[in-house]
């Protein structure tokens, strides 16, 4: 009898036992016997894990006073290996194995021969089944095989028998049992505690053995037309992105969703007599004991891929299509996905979601831009993630230390819990600033204003009381779209952002796309050849050369700024000329609305430019008689200044924004501007951090633009300053510097009882 064959038998067997009135026992004794015929085995047995121990179920061949009497623990013998590393054994001589562990009890020591697969319940061991004959022999694939699909039917039919418990399902892996804890890169940095929520639930499968064989054929047929489909469409979505390793996935994408090995094997499982579900899992399963096998990182990424398509395929084929986002969240939780793309994440309830824990991610992914805009700290480059994790585990979300617990210690849970109180503490204290003006105690106002990207941020600006929006990022628009927004779409939302700020001004960055931030849409020769997308076709840049974008996106702002001010600032300024010529842009687009539409106009348009690169530097002279403002954007300037991309986290870490080279170029900018009828801001990342914000104070800026969470923060540290202390400290550390800039800035500040932590 072949393999397939067998199987069917199998099936077609248990599936009438297992819908008898039979006791439990009497159905396990059946099952061994249904097993042991069609594999013409002199021995079958099952083990069913009990109360954390594998125990002899039922058995044909062995000893029968052995049953419910050898027990052993996970990892212990032949058959505890195999459950613990959830892998297939097939020995000729089993005595020869190392694992190997006589019980005289059993009366086995006559078989020479051994082959056993876990009986896995969601992705869980809950058992073995073994077969075993006298004469050594190695058991044919085709044997396996039908063990296989056996043991597969078998987990879901003891579950439904209440053979096993729930319990018993939990303690089958200690991997998921106990406290872990995954290390990761720190994307996103922040504290989250929560239960673990799949962005993709796991689809439960109800219904094993299939009636209609060539129905479910057919199912299975159709998946993989619609999954190809979904596949070849995926390059032109903007959450997939395109250029470097994007492309790379989409190319073994499309070579599994093409494998016809791949389909081949499902098809066999049909024809074993399981349903297209149960089939696309079996071979799933399959794929997951490949996987810990593998050592090459890069092939078992590979397998990550398989895995990844094989559950899009399980969706498709059992219509759940739907995201967690879909159901909801019930309570406080930590999302855990392979990758997301921006919009994915904005479907999410911010009132619930956490925190984010993605099995890749990187520092410049689309997600992350707009993950850190939200204030949700995420750990990206999680290895391992869903073999440790499962759906509702307890997390605590260390971003900060690029640390998650998974079932934390309660003495974990305790201290991580004492960091957090501090932190909500310091959060209330900064909230009871939100209607206190920042003057310093030599009775100097400073401009506390919030970086901005986001619909959702707007209600963030009353509450925690910023002088308004100094930097808007229009981009998100774009990179949260598939099509270049329309620009009536983009009219509405920025007429939206101006009526959200009230009197408070809001200056708009023109869209910075492109480079590190590619969509899809504007995919250009020129920047799938960029060795550094940072320093390559981006920002103005590609605005200028994309005429028509940058003409809709000034018309939209135009429009949307009627009867207001309407402040625009230009991104990553090189020269003087390509101010001039931005300028010119929204200039034309005025005087057009102004000679053929009937629309109220802005009151006044103010051109500002960001200080990114550091050429322009050497030009502020020509650049500040034309620009109403100017703003540093620390975080670009500070990787051109050192060479560094920022994306490496090697270089993250290695240069410091306290550096004398970055102080004395920022001071630069300061006595540059200095005479002249120009407002000079900062906006970045620096400005948000209290120690360097101290630091800025002193070097002459007196307008800083922060993410929303520092500003209650920098309030509290400008209340606590005497500028000319300041100022008269940094031109002297920045003279003569110290061999370490920070510990000098800190002890100052400590010795003056300024808090800068």
Known sequence: MSGTAAARQILTGLHELMATRLSAQDKLDRTVEVVGEALDSEVCSIYLLRSGMLELSATRGLNQSAVHVTRMAVGEGLTGSLVANRATLNLAQA??????????????????????????????????????????????????????TTAMVLSELIVNAGLIDERSADEAAPERSGPAQLTGLTLVAGLASGSAVFHQPRITIDKVVAEDTEYERQRVYRAFERMREQIDQMAQQAEFGSG??????????????YDEGWSRRINEAIDAGLTAEAAIERVQQRTRMRMREIDDPLLADRMHDLEDLSNR??????????TAATSGLKGDAILIARNLGPAELLEYDRRRLKGV?????????????????????????????????????????????????????????????????KSKERRAAYAELRDVEPFTRCGTRIQVMMNAGLRDDLTTLQLVGADGIGLFRTEFQFLVSATLPQREKQTRFYKDVLEAAGDKPVVFRTVDIGGDKAVPYLSNESSLEDENPAMGWRALRLALEREGLFKAQARALIEASGGKTLRVMFPMVSEPWEFDAARAVFEQQQEFLRQHKRIMLPEAIEYGAMIEVPSLVEVLDLLVPKVSFLSVGTNDLTQFLFAADRANPKLAARYDWLSPSILRFLKRIVDATRGHQV????????????????????????????????????????????????SELMNGLIAQPPADMRAALTQWAQERGIDVE
């Open 95 to 148: 005595k020869a194995h190392p694992d190997f562990q006589y019980r005289p009890e059993t009366g086995e020591e006559k078989f020479s021969s051994f082959a056993g697969v876990p009986i896995v319940y969601r992705e869980r061991a809950v058992g073995a089944l073994n077969v075993q004959h006298v004469d050594p022999r190695r058991y044919e694939d085709v044997e396996i095989e039908a063990l296989q």
């Open 244 to 257: 470097g390793e994007h492309d790379e996935v989409l190319a073994a994408y499309k070579a599994f969703a």
């Open 313 to 322: 395929l399980l969706r498709i084929v059992s219509g759940q299509m739907g």
């Open 357 to 421: 824990i993605l099995e890749e991610g990187s520092l410049t992914a689309h997600v992350v831009i707009v993950a850190r805009a939200m204030g949700i700290p995420v750990l990206g480059r999680v290895r391992s993630l869903r073999g440790i994790v499962g759906e509702g585990d307890d997390l605590l979300l260390d971003a900060d230390g690029g640390v998650a617990h998974v079932r934390p210690q309660p003495s974990v849970v305790e201290a991580f819990e004492a960091r957090f109180a």
């Open 679 to 726: 407002t000079l801001g900062l906006c970045g990342e620096m400005g948000g951090r209290r120690l360097e914000a101290l630091a800025l104070l002193g070097l002459g800026y007196r307008r800083l633009s922060i993410t929303p969470v520092s500003v209650g923060p920098i309030k509290e540290l400008i209340r606590q300053i005497e500028l000319s202390e300041v």
